[in-house]
């Protein structure tokens, strides 16, 4: 929607002067005189939005116009912003799928894709893995989280993602007419480690060390130990999967524990509905249907 162009405004104060005369003078009745009034009082107050082309023109470009990064073209580079706006509402909506030759832990091989447009004309975008319902929100810095990521034959292994988790899309581009984003496979996470107490470790490291885990974790045939005296036994999932400094999902300082880092790449061609690409997280190829705008 336009914004209203306050240019106009001294013509509508003019308008408004000469109504209030003409109603003095009882020229017109009071209702009609209001007309105008109420209704340019009702014109509404939009928000500013990036004026979308309404064709895309892809690359290679006729002369006189310029190719921008994204692959469309624009009548000068400060215009790509707008002209590549008009990828974005046409790539919207909901993109279902599935990863070529590879399956997630839970044996399900989909992914879901979700793209919206903000009002300044970037993309934004949602991300979900398998078809997991959405794990409840943590609340218990003891237990696991979530209890369906606990691999009970390799307890200290590290998870990589939570199926069912709306992961956000960052970094959302275009590049010759591709969508590239990345995913931050740990911040599904970043709830649990803020729950958790940081722990400086021992040792007099430099720079300092700090885990979720509460100091050095050992483990044997009867399960893992904090090493204080007398040992502590420990939830090993959590003290080595989740809570490790090396390796684990949560990331500490002297300040607490958030979600540590390990983001996975996209990069995908949408076209007339169908998309394929690759991906970092399988190493392979992902297809893709809309299935909603």
């Known amino acids: 929607m336009r914004s209203r162009d306050d240019s106009s405004a001294p013509a509508h104060t003019a308008l ?10 009882r020229a017109i009745p009071l209702a009609l005189s209001l007309v105008p009034l109420i209704g340019f009082a009702l014109l509404p107050a939009c928000a500013k ?10 690359c290679p470009c006729a002369t006189g116009t310029v190719c921008c990064a994204s692959g469309v073209c624009a009548a000068d580079e400060s215009d790509c912003v707008s002209a590549t706006s008009a990828l974005f509402e046409d790539a919207q909506g909901k993109w279902t799928g599935y990863f070529e030759n590879f399956a997630l832990a839970s044996g399900s091989d989909a992914i879901q894709i979700s793209i919206s447009v903000a009002a300044d004309g970037t993309g934004l ?21 979530p209890s369906t990521n606990v691999d009970e034959i390799t307890p200290i292994l590290s998870p990589d993602y939570v199926e069912g988790f709306s992961y956000e899309a960052k970094d959302l581009h275009w590049e010759s007419r ?11 996470w970043k709830g ?5 107490t940081s722990f400086l470790l ?27 005296t007398p040992p502590v036994p420990v939830d090993c999932y959590k003290a080595i999967a989740l809570c490790s400094f090396i390796g684990g999902v949560c990331s500490c300082d002297a300040d607490g524990c958030t979600a540590a880092s390990n983001p996975v790449a996209f990069d995908i061609a949408l ?3 169908l998309g394929d690409g690759s991906n970092s997280l399988s ?9 909603r705008r």
Do not use: M
Not at 223 to 228: I, K, L, V
């Open 178 to 188: 591709r969508l590239r984003f990345t995913i931050d496979r740990l911040s599904a």
């Open 16 to 25: 408004i002067a000469q109504l209030l005369s003409a109603y003095r003078r």
């Open 271 to 273: 076209r007339d509905g």
């Open 49 to 58: 939005h990036v004026a979308v082309p309404s064709e895309i023109s892809a």
């Open 125 to 145: 975008g949602q991300v979900v893995l398998g078809k997991s319902a959405p794990p409840a929100a943590p609340t218990n810095p003891d237990l696991p989280w």
């Open 202 to 228: 021992p040792g007099g490291n430099v720079p300092p060390l700090y885990s979720c885990a509460g100091g050095i974790i050992g483990g044997g045939s009867n399960g893992c130990t904090r090493q204080d």
């Open 192 to 196: 649990w480690c803020e729950l958790q």
């Open 283 to 291: 190493g392979g190829n992902i297809r893709l249907t809309r299935s």
